[in-house]
């Protein structure tokens, strides 16, 4: 249930940025702080679960045929999504992103099982440490993925080891505390937690599956979310985005001198003029000459003139 919600909470932010990139909306949600922290928290959530399902697995020693197939596994989805987003973003693909970094972690995890809570959680310490200290390194394109070196590469996705081996740890420490305490054996014996399908909540039983399938999800998600948004974009099912960023641009530059409203509706109407005129598309797709730039800033007046005029009428008493 817990990878579910983090899997969710994935969607959630994905989605968000596929509605930046078709530029529906304007949330800074690659740059603003708010949106880099639930990010961040979503990653760490993961890799926490990397280190706390760890324990459960190997706590008493390691199943090795498993975990080479699920280490195969995740190893096969991270090059997957390293190919695809070449494709798709060039130089900005996935060179190492959370599925690496878990496929790495994973092994990296396992000779600290054997130690105890207190010595992973002083390690868990170490490598953020350390991983903070890497990123105002000099950039190295082959130790790029440890985090011990500044990366050169702007990929859309990048979670190096140093220091988000930390996460790892933490969960780790955290399954031995509740295994310590014989915390986990009541989820692990109950018949009714084991399969949520039986629960008459559908969403436990629906966070259940999804993270049962984690992997699946994973990698069918965001090629649903995007593919989605480009088919009703393709369709004409939703604004044009040229539309929207002209309409965000000029209520943008208008708020100076004016109000919101006011800007909204000047700007739509030096849209729909535009466009009238025949002169939309040169105006959007091609940076204007100086004569065509001319006659924009004269639409714009004329709509900013005649808002203004149908304004004042409308107030009694003028």
């Not at 390293?82 to 798709?88: D, I, K, L, R």
């Not at 190096?160 to 996460?167: E, G, H, L, Y």
């Not at 604004?239 to 004016?258: G, I, K, N, Y």
């Amino acid at each position: 249930m817990a990878r579910g919600f983090a899997l969710w909470a994935m969607a959630v932010y994905h989605f968000s940025w596929d509605l930046t990139w078709f530029q529906l909306v304007d949330w800074p949600v690659t740059q603003g702080i708010g949106w880099r922290m639930f990010a961040a928290s979503i990653a760490g959530s993961f890799l926490f679960l990397v280190g706390f399902s760890s324990v459960l697995a190997h706590n008493s020693g390691v199943r090795w045929r498993r975990f080479w197939v699920r280490l195969v596994k995740v190893a096969g989805a991270a090059l997957l999504i390293s190919v695809g987003t070449h494709y798709a973003f060039g130089s900005g693909m996935v060179r190492f992103g959370i599925l690496h970094n878990i496929a790495v972690s994973s092994v990296l995890v396992l000779p600290f099982l054997r130690l105890t809570a207190v010595i992973n959680l002083a390690a868990a310490l170490l490598v953020l440490s350390v991983g903070i200290y890497g990123y105002s390194q000099p950039v190295n394109a082959v130790w790029f993925w440890t985090g011990l070196v500044g990366s050169p590469y702007n990929a859309v996705d990048f979670v190096p080891v140093f220091p988000w081996f930390a996460a790892v740890l933490l969960g780790a420490a955290t399954g031995q505390v509740f295994q310590r305490r014989q915390m986990t054996k009541p989820a692990i014996q109950s018949e009714q937690w084991a399969r949520p399908a039986a629960s008459r909540q559908v969403v436990r039983r629906g966070l259940a599956w999804c993270g049962r399938h984690s992997l699946l999800f994973y990698l069918v998600h965001q090629p649903v979310l995007f593919g989605a948004l480009w088919t009703l974009v393709a369709l004409g099912m939703l604004p044009d985005r040229e539309e929207l960023a002209f309409q965000r641009s000029c209520v943008a530059a208008c708020e100076a001198s004016a109000t919101q409203t006011h800007c909204e509706a000047v700007c739509a109407c030096t849209k729909s003029a535009l466009q009238a005129e025949g002169m939309w598309q040169q105006a959007v797709t091609t940076q204007p000459d100086p004569e065509m730039r001319t006659r924009i800033q004269q639409t714009y007046r004329t709509c900013f003139l005649q808002n203004q005029r149908n304004t004042e009428e409308s107030i009694p008493g003028q």
